[in-house]
């Protein structure tokens, strides 16, 4: 093997390992240890996977002494190939952050308290018992995360919806790729991610839509780079107003106008079916809907699409021939498109291109719906954010009966007299008081949701009885009447999946500190004093560790699209992840779905009926049926509609918020980091050299960016961003602030949700984050001083010598072990 040191804050994808197209990638091991460990020190390395991002990158943690040392990546495994990327490398270190909780806490005299777990729990449990005797099940709500184990969302979805009976469980997966699932859904009849990342070394076109890879999958762009890098390399086409780095490495980069996704999908749709680029004999054996596609499209130019989306004709036409000669064609999806006006018409779009080339089934043909949380797709399997578990369609009584006969359970116990809650909807019912218990569990809405402002004053109701479950003393655990600290990522043992249906095993390398547990243990606990019953009167919640629970799991994923039942902890213990479906059929997994055609969109399969693009609406059983009696893909047309909030002489920009590579989420890990809170410590804001100028502003000025609803203050990078568009990276709040968790008196805040908009897709229900119009203007100049972005990402100077590189230092050597 040969290794190279290298600084992975600089460089944070590393050095190359060139592969040509239909190859296999090269496997390429990252290290890193704590500073003055060697390797022949470590005296174990325990399996896991990657925990701040989607990727599912295959990891072992190194464990000295009881301790955490370092991580390095496993070269065996089908996602990395030993490769991690910097929040892989670095963030391991926030779990000894000497700011954990480690004893339960509880609001006493207006103050929070340390407790023992007795305590706590008791108060939890009597206040679920007032609220179940005198208001019924829908006064209790449960908001959690995309970061838990399977494991743990299982046990969570069985006794909120079996236990205590409520239709209000969500997680903040709802805020980032809850999308995805609906766009699978629309078009195929069930979630599933269609393709998968060993698609990469197939493809010879590969469009990201909305999907800024570098940073936030990184491993998968060192695999694109990889193959820019070798023989027959793909040609890229990226859609993003941000000059990222696939960006400019594109053949083609549109750069739209905020909110204009829909017009131009239109356009590419109609040059494609105008060119005769579509393959006719698959759409007629796999879909149904074709025609009024093409009715729909028949008038949406590249012409008319350039006045809309402020493009040059010329380049969308560009990219539709681009799209049209793919002899194998990848696209991948993310919050440019979640995150914006029209979010599930436009990523059913991209599913449209696919359907109409006949681009699935097939090695480097296929589209990537992403996630963004590493756990996200357990949610939605296990029925933790607005699903029923196993894909279960909630407005099927069949569905309903068969997930009653797994729990043992009424059907009438499981609610489904309606959608299950999403997030807006349930802080909404908090904030009109008929929730009056909200258990949060692994997340942070007072920084992630929108209109900020808002959140606090719902979760600072002395009405309401909020519960928090986290690592942290965070922003919303200060607002808590009981605060329980939980066990986190190589503290215990569990299941997650990734954005390509790969099942990963992560087991337990050291103790938790103090008293903190894994949520599981806690979640358990909770049932067992609540005494939940199946109808025979015993123990609802049966197991009772978490090999036990991926047990029970296999039993309500039998025969349904996820299955797990030819998985166990010892295969998942071999070296690499597994997709689902594993079952008798796919002993080994299963690398693409719809291989020959699609299989779960049959009326009295399919996981929902689908919903009107508009309004949100849900289709009654008889429409679908009329629609798709037998089971194939839809392809489903969408109109353009304008923005609801749309740039005015007061707000003249559009405001878009998003992530930067070295933070994930609220920084609860990253900003405990040294490597990674380093490059980019503090809020920024990007705006274009033109608006830049024209407003007399220069890098690094302090600058307000308000909307209708706050302000945050930040300093300016100017970069070359489309004019007329700003960039805030939600990541910051006030934990680290002597404010504490809101912004401090009469100063505009830190957090890019003070001025987010409450508004959201009608029919994923995910929060438009990228809406809302916005005004920029001087506080004070910046004297020389530059901006705190990185120069290494979307968010680099618009010239390069502006501003100090971003650079880690000896502290941020990884070893890169070769072939």
Same mark, same amino acid.
């Given at each position: ?20 197209? @239909? ?52 070269? =065996? ?57 005198? =208001? ?6 449960? !908001? ?100 990222? =780095? ?209 959140? =606090? ?106 299955? !797990? ?28 779905? !719809? ?13 929902? !009926? ?8 849900? @289709? ?56 990674? @809170? ?142």
């Amino acid at each position: 093997m040969d290794a190279v040191s290298v600084d992975r804050i600089a460089r944070p994808w590393g050095s190359r390992t060139p592969y040509g197209r @239909n190859e296999s990638w090269p496997t390429r091991v990252d290290t890193h240890l704590a500073a003055g460990v060697e390797p022949e020190q470590v005296q174990r390395w325990v399996q896991t996977a990657s925990l701040l991002h989607s990727d599912g990158d295959a990891m072992d943690i190194a464990v000295v002494d009881g301790r955490m040392v370092g991580v390095r990546g496993r070269a =065996r495994d089908r996602v990395n190939r030993g490769r991690l990327g910097p929040k892989d490398l670095f963030a391991w270190q926030a779990n000894a952050a000497p700011d954990r909780l480690t004893e339960p806490l509880v609001r006493q005299d207006g103050r929070l308290v340390e407790c023992d777990w007795d305590t706590a729990m008791e108060r939890i449990v009597a206040r679920s018992r007032d609220l179940l005797r005198e =208001r019924g099940p829908g006064s209790v709500g449960f !908001y959690t995360s995309g970061q838990l184990f399977l494991e743990e969302y299982y046990t969570l979805a069985v006794l909120a919806r079996a236990g205590i009976g409520t239709n209000h469980l969500d997680g903040n997966t709802r805020l980032c790729t809850s999308t995805a699932a609906e766009a699978l859904k629309e078009s195929f009849g069930c979630d599933g991610q269609p393709g998968s990342y060993d698609d990469i070394d197939d493809a010879d076109v590969i469009a990201l839509f909305g999907h800024n890879i570098a940073e936030t999958q990184p491993v998968q762009w060192m695999r694109i780079l990889d193959r820019l890098e070798g023989a027959d390399p793909p040609r890229l086409l990226c859609v993003d107003p941000r000059p990222t =780095r696939v960006a400019r490495r594109a053949a083609v980069h549109l750069a739209p106008r905020g909110g204009t996704n829909v017009a131009l999908l239109n356009a590419l749709l109609h040059e494609l079916i105008r060119t005769d680029r579509v393959d006719h004999d698959y759409i007629e054996a796999h879909t149904v809907g074709y025609e009024e596609l093409a009715s729909r499209v028949e008038e949406c130019t590249p012409r008319w699409a350039a006045g809309i989306c402020d493009l040059p004709a010329a380049r969308i036409t560009e990219a539709a021939e681009l799209l049209g000669t793919a002899d194998r064609l990848l696209s991948t999806v993310l919050q440019g498109v979640y995150q914006s006006h029209q979010a599930t018409a436009a990523a059913v779009q991209i599913n449209n291109l696919h359907l109409i080339l006949g681009m699935l089934g097939r090695p480097g043909a296929g589209v990537l719906q992403m996630n963004g949380q590493p756990t996200a797709q357990n949610t939605r399997e296990c029925g933790a954010n607005g699903d029923l578990p196993g894909f279960r369609n909630w407005q099927n009584d069949e569905h309903v009966a068969d997930l009653a006969r797994v729990w043992n359970v009424d059907p009438q116990t499981i609610p489904h007299y309606a959608p299950p809650t999403h997030a807006m909807q349930l802080f909404r019912y908090a904030e009109q008081g008929s929730i009056g218990m909200l258990w949060i569990s692994g997340t942070n809405p007072a920084v992630s949701l929108p209109e900020l402002s808002r959140i =606090r004053s719902i979760l600072e109701q002395e009405r309401l009885f909020v519960v928090v479950q986290d690592l942290f003393l965070t922003e919303t655990a200060q607002l808590a009447d009981v605060v329980l600290p939980g066990a986190t990522w190589g503290e215990k043992t569990g299941t997650f999946t990734n954005a390509d249906r790969t099942v990963h095993l992560s087991d337990k390398a050291v103790e938790p500190p103090g008293e903190a547990r894994p949520d599981l243990d806690i979640f358990l606990d909770y049932a067992a004093r609540m005494d939940f019953r199946d109808k025979d009167a015993n123990p609802l919640i049966d197991w009772h560790d978490p090999e036990s629970a991926f047990e029970a799991w296999k039993r309500c994923s039998a025969g349904r699209p996820c299955d !797990y039942t030819g998985l166990t902890y010892d295969k998942l213990r071999a070296g690499s992840g597994i997709q689902w479906p594993c079952d008798e059929r796919a002993p080994d997994g299963t690398p693409r779905l !719809y291989t020959h055609g699609v299989d779960w969109a049959r009326p009295d399969l399919c996981e929902s !009926y689908g919903k009107d693009l508009v309004t949100g609406a849900a @289709n009654e059983a008889t429409v679908y049926r009329a629609l798709n009696p037998d089971g194939k893909a839809v392809i489903k047309a969408a109109a353009y509609l304008p923005p609801h909030e749309k740039p005015d002489d007061a707000y003249p920009f559009q405001l878009l918020t998003g992530r930067t590579l070295y933070h994930f989420h609220t920084r609860t890990k990253t900003g405990r980091t040294p490597q990674l @809170n380093a490059a980019a410590p503090e809020v920024w804001v990007e705006a274009s050299v033109s608006d830049a100028i024209r407003l007399g502003l220069r890098e690094g000025d302090l600058v307000d960016v308000t909307t209708p609803r706050g302000a945050v203050r930040a300093r300016l990078r100017i970069t070359d961003i489309r004019t007329g568009l700003l960039f805030v990276p939600f990541h910051y709040g006030y934990w680290d602030t002597k404010a504490g968790h809101t912004p401090d008196g009469d100063t505009p805040g830190r957090a890019a949700n003070e001025t987010t908009v409450t508004d959201w897709d009608p029919v994923s229900k995910q929060p438009l984050f990228k809406t809302a119009a916005a005004a920029l203007h001087l506080v004070q100049r910046g004297d020389g001083q530059a901006a705190p972005a990185p120069t290494t990402t979307a968010s680099a100077p618009a010239h390069a010598d502006s501003v100090p590189a971003t650079e880690g230092g000896r502290d941020a050597l990884v070893t890169e072990a070769t072939e």
